[in-house]
Structure formats: C-alpha cells, structure tokens
C-alpha cells in the first residue's frame, strides 16, 4: 500500500481554476508591460490590445461565472466563514465586467494614456483579485469538499465550459492566453494546451 499521500477530493475541482487563474496571471504581465510601452510613449499594438479584450471579454469572464455559479455557493453551503470574502470577490468580478467594456471603448479611438490608465487599474485589480483566490478560497475548498461535491462541482464546471464557451473549448482559450504573452513579450506560465 502507498504511504503517498492522497490528494483531497476538493484538489480534483480546484486544478482547472487553478490552472485558469495562473493563465490570467500570466496575460496580467503581458497588459502590465504594454500598458508600461504606452505610458513610455509607444504606439498602440491595436492586434494585442484587441485579442486582448476579446480574451477578457470570453475566457476571463467565463472563469468567474464559473466561480460564481458553482463553486462560490458550494463552499459557502460548507465553510460559512468565507461568506464575506465570496461575497467581496463577486462584487469584483462585476466591476471587472465594467472594466473591460470601458477597455473596449478605448480601444474605439481614445489616446495611448487613456488605454494604457484602462488596462493598468484593471490589471492592478485583477492581481490581487486572483492571488487573494489562490492563498484563501481554493484551498479552502481543497479542504472542504467530499467526493459528491466534486462529483457535482466537476459536472456542472464541464457543462459551462461546454454550453459557454466556442468551438475549441477551454483549450483554445488558453492557447489564445499563450499568444498574448507571445506578443507582449512575457513568460507563459500555465497548462501547454
Ligand atoms: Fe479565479
Ligand atoms: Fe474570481
């Protein structure tokens, strides 16, 4: 018999919103270093800053439905003492949402300051958003959730990524997080596809 120990239950649902989170992360440094270009005085990449907003708009946004159509009220229903912080990082993702759509409005003529003010506040909040995730709310539910949670979790996790996101799937959308950092010119941390 192993003397290995066994990953928990909750580990299994968690790896892929981990993995999305460290994709995020990842294009946070490619917006952070082209919004720096643009504060420095250098021209609009007009193809980034657009796959970008698409990225955001698609992928980003799907990550956090999911977080709040499966997972947040499942650990609520199990650890009562995250409530507050879920509730925090709900009202996060709708700003993100405005964020955004003010990013793509930017994108629609405004001047490189402009753009460059849009993406750095988002991409500031969206750090801190993603790491207070990762130190307080998925190990949290790596702890807390039996195997019919996951089961559960797993299920309806697949069916968002099934019935929302395009052809392709999850898969294309972390290639397409990939090629951001290809074209801003970070390091890709993240599942290779
Ligand atoms: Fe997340
Ligand atoms: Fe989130």
Same mark, same amino acid.
């Given at each position: 018999m192993s003397c290995e120990p066994q990953p928990s239950p909750g580990t299994r649902v968690v790896h892929s919103l981990f993995e999305e989170n460290t994709v995020l $992360? #990842? %294009? !946070?440094?490619? %917006? *952070?270093?082209?919004?720096?270009?643009?504060? *420095?005085?250098?021209? %609009?990449?007009?193809? =980034?800053?657009?796959? $970008? %907003?698409? =990225?955001?708009? #698609? =992928?980003a946004d799907h990550h956090h439905r999911k977080e709040e159509e499966a997972l947040f009220p499942a650990l609520v229903a199990r650890a009562a003492g995250v409530g507050e912080l879920l509730r925090e990082l709900t009202e996060e993702h709708a700003d993100f949402r405005t964020r955004v759509a003010t990013l793509r409005r930017t994108l629609e003529g405004a001047d490189a300051a402009t753009i460059a003010r849009a993406a750095g506040g988002y991409a500031f909040l969206t750090r801190e958003h993603l790491q207070r995730e990762n130190l307080g709310v998925y190990p949290v539910a790596q702890e807390v959730l039996d195997d019919k949670s996951v089961e559960e979790l797993t299920a309806l996790i697949?069916? !968002?990524?099934?019935?929302? !996101?395009a052809e392709g799937g999850r898969t294309r959308w972390i290639l397409a997080g990939r090629d951001l950092c290809r074209l801003s010119r970070v390091d890709f941390h993240g599942p290779r596809g």
């Open positions: $992360l #990842s %294009v !946070l440094n490619g %917006v *952070e270093k082209m919004a720096m270009g643009l504060e *420095e005085g250098g021209p %609009v990449d007009e193809p =980034f800053w657009n796959a $970008l %907003v698409t =990225f955001l708009e #698609s =992928f697949e069916e !968002l990524d099934t019935v929302r !996101l």
